[in-house]
């Protein structure tokens, strides 16, 4: 019974049943009786209606009955978006229900819908609809067609949203008069799909859907497509074959009769941009490129406000603000050979208690780390050898930082522990206190995520999830830049990928971006004591003579510092030992975390352009001692004029009323790469 309720004539019974054609108002019985001749008369007058007798009090006329069923305030309506077929059957079951047969729905039908009703076989009962041109079957559970079961008088098969995948059961034995195949949003998968879309299977199809499957080469595709004569509208957007730059380019120019592709007309002038570009396709890179950019973030709360003044001993804090965002692997290129280098060299993490509002990650850097990188150029997300350009951030590796008194040394050997939780944990700056001055554009490829589940489940109570990439995807993050108003991150970076249909399965999910505050604090080092005492003692007696002689004077302070100046200069530099920090392991704070979709990138868009709107996480208060710490900043510098006092109290008097901070956002854009020439395809090619 269950695999009898799964095939289409079942279906087709059902909704028959679903309408009701043989009960009230439609039908007959005691409401229209009268109206019809008794069933001993002759066979020619069984189907006419008696007009010489009028119906019984009892019963209703044909007008009001096929009010009940027309009227949208009726109990006995059809439901909003019911098909003009269903609407007649239901008219036609009022006015004249003994012509409603077995033999009258096979040979009525031209037209059948069976949507999202669980089907899943296609069976030998549609042989029976005898005039039937258009067959609707979307939404359905369909793995496999039997195409001997297709009357062979359709012209329209539309199998969309099912799980078909391949088209090798339909070209078993095709419908001959079929004009137009909708198989989108399937499951059509490998380089063979391009042997089924040939002449002889489909000698007179016009239109062609085969968009949101997951079809990768277009240079096969194309050119089986190309023996179709009739054909003029086609769909692949939506399959990875469709994300290369010059995937519209060679589709126009191999497919000369084409007049619509993807639902846009192809103009004259597009077809003489891509003249003679079939020519070249099969020496075409097959990887997609896309561009993303990072502009402006603002709306970060300055914490540094909230921290005390730092005494003699410390502690001295620095802030420093990123933003990160995670991006598919190419599993065919060297992405993941850069990624296991990264992971190597990355910082253990370990998670400290978080704030009321917001997560904390604690981040102990390991003890050791594993040699030096060998330099490279890293271009599109691979790693090329090669010596970077001067001034010039290389994308996709650490920026580059000094090392630090106390820190760890590299060439040491890395503790198991380390290694064993490094591979999913971000890499963080450099740990100087210092900000290294890095060009606009760098960035830091993070480590990939732990594939094994035993693994990630170890690393979870210490690593916060949100600092994590996804499975499958890579980290990316900007360079740190200290806090200002308006943070100007000016990333960009260009990724190149082979594997297209992971990267439309991520284009489908979105890309998680997220803004992160790291926090650092520094303490005195003490210094340790001298081998050699004696430059030490006689360096020390010079001081203290100098330090008493400036007592003396009126401006013994100025001088007593001059006078240090001075002498650590005369003094030899091999001999003092240089002030020193030692730095705590830096704490990431997540500020704000958000989805971007891509999915448009897969409709034919060319850009994904949006603002990230993370909330407020600024007050009235915060914003206020922002403003009186940097007014204080200005006076340090400048003397301050009489008339600069009422301009501050203007400005002190704006915080007050209807103001509200600035919310946390960031800008965000993602490009897909698209050729709009041959001669922007030919550039792609290798030399």
């Excluded at 540094?304 to 502690?315: M, V």
Aim: charged share 25%; proline share 9%; aromatic share 6%.
């Amino acid at each position: 019974m269950e695999a009898q309720g799964g095939t289409v004539s079942a279906a087709v019974r059902e909704h028959l049943r679903q309408l009701c054609l043989h009960e009230f108002p439609c039908g007959t019985g005691s409401w229209n009786k009268s109206r019809f001749l008794p069933r001993t008369w002759r066979t020619w007058r069984e189907l006419i209606p008696r007009e010489e007798d009028v119906g019984s009090p009892g019963e209703e006329t044909v007008e009001d009955l096929l009010g009940l069923v027309c009227s949208p305030h009726s109990p006995w309506a059809l439901l909003e978006g019911s098909s003009a077929e269903d609407r007649f059957l239901r008219q036609l079951a009022i006015q004249n229900p003994l012509m409603l047969k077995d033999s009258f729905f096979y040979s009525y039908f031209r037209s059948l819908h069976v949507v999202d009703k669980q089907v899943r076989l296609v069976d030998k009962g549609l042989l029976k609809f005898l005039n039937l041109e258009e067959l609707v079957l979307s939404a359905n559970q369909i793995q496999e067609v039997d195409a001997v079961n297709l009357p062979p008088t359709l012209k329209v098969l539309e199998l969309y949203g099912n799980g078909v995948a391949s088209m090798a059961c339909l070209c078993a034995h095709p419908p001959p008069a079929l004009q137009h195949l909708g198989l989108g949003h399937n499951k059509l998968l490998g380089p063979s799909q391009s042997r089924y879309v040939t002449r002889e299977h489909w000698p007179h199809l016009v239109s062609l859907d085969l968009g949101f499957n997951d079809l990768t080469d277009l240079q096969g595709m194309v050119g089986g497509l190309g023996s179709l004569r009739h054909l003029r509208l086609l769909v692949l957007q939506g399959n990875p074959l469709a994300l290369v730059p010059y995937y519209r380019g060679l589709t126009v120019d191999s497919l000369a009769r084409l007049c619509v592709l993807d639902d846009i007309t192809v103009s004259p002038s597009e077809k003489h941009q891509f003249r003679g570009l079939s020519h070249s396709g099969d020496f075409l890179p097959r990887e997609a490129q896309l561009v993303v950019t990072i502009g402006n973030v603002r709306g970060v709360l300055d914490s540094s406000i909230l921290d005390p003044e730092p005494g003699p001993q410390g502690p001295f804090i620095t802030y420093t603000y990123y933003v990160t965002y995670d991006f598919v692997e190419d599993e065919e290129g060297e992405g993941s050979e850069l990624v296991g280098v990264l992971a190597e060299v990355a910082e253990v993490a370990e998670i400290v208690k978080p704030f009321p509002s917001v997560e904390q990650l604690e981040v102990v850097p390991a003890e050791d780390i594993p040699g030096e990188n060998v330099p490279g150029e890293h271009v599109s997300g691979k790693s090329v050898p090669g010596k970077p350009v001067p001034g010039k951030h290389v994308p996709g590796k650490p920026v580059p930082s000094k090392p630090v008194p106390g820190e760890p040394v590299p060439g040491k050997h890395v503790p198991e522990e380390a290694e064993d939780t490094a591979e999913s944990v971000p890499t963080t700056a450099s740990q100087s206190g210092e900000l290294e001055s890095v060009a606009s554009g760098g960035s830091v490829a993070l480590p990939r995520s732990t594939d094994s589940t035993e693994a990630l489940a170890k690393l979870r109570p210490r690593i916060d999830p949100r600092l994590c990439p996804s499975p499958g995807t890579v980290l990316f993050s900007t360079v740190r830049k200290p806090w200002a108003d308006v943070i100007p991150c000016g990333y960009e970076m260009q990724h190149t990928l082979r594997d297209l249909v992971p990267l439309k399965a991520f284009l489908l999910a979105g890309t998680t971006v997220t803004i992160v505050e790291e926090k650092i604090l520094s303490w005195p080092l003490v210094a340790p004591p001298v081998d050699s005492p004696l430059p030490a003692k006689k360096g020390k007696g010079e001081k203290d003579k100098k330090e008493e002689k400036s007592k003396k004077g009126k401006d013994g302070k100025d001088k007593a510092a001059k006078a240090e100046q001075e002498t650590g200069k005369g003094s030899k530099k091999k001999k003092e030992l240089p002030k020193e920090l030692r730095q705590d392991p830096p704490i990431l704070r997540v500020l704000g975390r958000g989805m971007v979709g891509l999915e448009p990138l897969l409709m034919g868009e060319p850009l994904v352009s949006t603002v990230c709107n993370f909330g407020v996480i600024r007050t009235v208060e915060s914003d206020k001692l922002t403003f009186l710490r940097d007014s204080k900043n200005k006076k340090a510098k400048k003397a301050v004029e009489p008339k600069k006092s009422k301009t501050k109290m203007l400005a002190l008097s704006a915080f007050e009323g209807d103001y509200a901070p600035e919310p946390l956002t960031v800008e965000v854009q993602v490009q897909l790469s698209q050729c709009r020439s041959a001669e922007e395809a030919f550039r792609l090619m290798p030399p």
